[in-house]
Antibody, heavy 117, light 112 residues
Framework: QVELVQSGAEVKKPGASVKVSCKASGYSFTSHYMHWVRQAPGQGLEWMGIINPSGDSTNYAQKFQGRFTMTRDTSTSTLYMELSSLRPEDTAVYYC??????????WGQGTLVTVSS | DIVMTQTPLSLSVTPGQPASISCKSSQSLLHSDGKTYLSWYLQKPGQSPQLLIYEVSSRFSGVPDSFSGSGSGTDFTLKISRVEAEDVGVYYCTQGLHLPRTFGQGTKVEIK
């Protein structure tokens, strides 16, 4: 069965960077695009970016351009996201999700990133 | 960016009664391949979103047939034929036509 297992919660200070991982299993990792979506406390879902199956092409939401990076390691079937220059408003649960295509069919369990001084 | 607008934002339903959520997009979600890329998700309390419906009306694996989707172009509807306690949570529509992917604000469904 398809499973996306994310790394654990993080607490960071403003200005720091955070890297979150998402390990995929139960399917061919190199056959699907992957996404990151975040959800601030009590808020809705916000799309952050997409990466192609081979990992050589990405597309990020405008608001994260310049401080957000998605990568993937096909040898370990792991997706990564790194967000730099963290601010308190980046406090959110970050989800990885698999592309069906044109929809997100499986989601990770979420990783809470807290940014606080 | 495509704007997705859901109504209502909250819904209180008696168990066994139907419920309906509307989602409107700021532009048509019809792709040149003939498919319309509108999906519905349910986020149960404390859980990740789960896919219910994709391509307007296709139920995802394991989704009960009490859930149905309809619509075309810019106007879409999710219907629950008989709401059960396990259906509570926040429902989101989303478009898969263009990047950035965008979501509706969410509709919170609770049981009376």
């Amino acid at each position: 069965q398809v499973e996306l297992v994310q790394s654990g919660a993080e607490v960071k200070k403003p200005g720091a960077s955070v890297k979150v991982s998402c390990k995929a299993s139960g399917y061919s990792f190199t056959s699907h695009y992957m996404h990151w979506v975040r959800q601030a406390p009590g808020q809705g879902l916000e799309w952050m970016g997409i990466i192609n199956p081979s990992g050589d092409s990405t597309n990020y939401a405008q608001k994260f351009q310049g401080r957000f990076t998605m990568t993937r390691d096909t040898s370990t079937s792991t997706l990564y996201m790194e967000l730099s220059s963290l601010r308190p408003e980046d406090t959110a649960v970050y989800y990885c999700a698999r592309e069906l295509p044109k929809t997100l069919d499986y989601w990770g369990q979420g990783t809470l990133v807290t940014v606080s001084s | 960016d495509i704007v997705m607008t859901q109504t209502p934002l909250s819904l209180s339903v008696t168990p066994g009664q139907p419920a309906s959520i509307s989602c409107k997009s700021s532009q048509s979600l019809l792709h040149s391949d003939g498919k319309t890329y509108l999906s519905w998700y349910l986020q149960k309390p404390g859980q990740s979103p789960q896919l219910l419906i994709y391509e307007v009306s296709s139920r995802f694996s394991g989704v009960p047939d009490s859930f149905s989707g309809s619509g075309s172009g810019t106007d879409f509807t999710l219907k629950i034929s008989r709401v059960e306690a396990e259906d509570v949570g926040v429902y989101y529509c989303t478009q898969g036509l263009h990047l950035p992917r965008t979501f509706g604000q969410g509709t919170k469904v609770e049981i009376k």
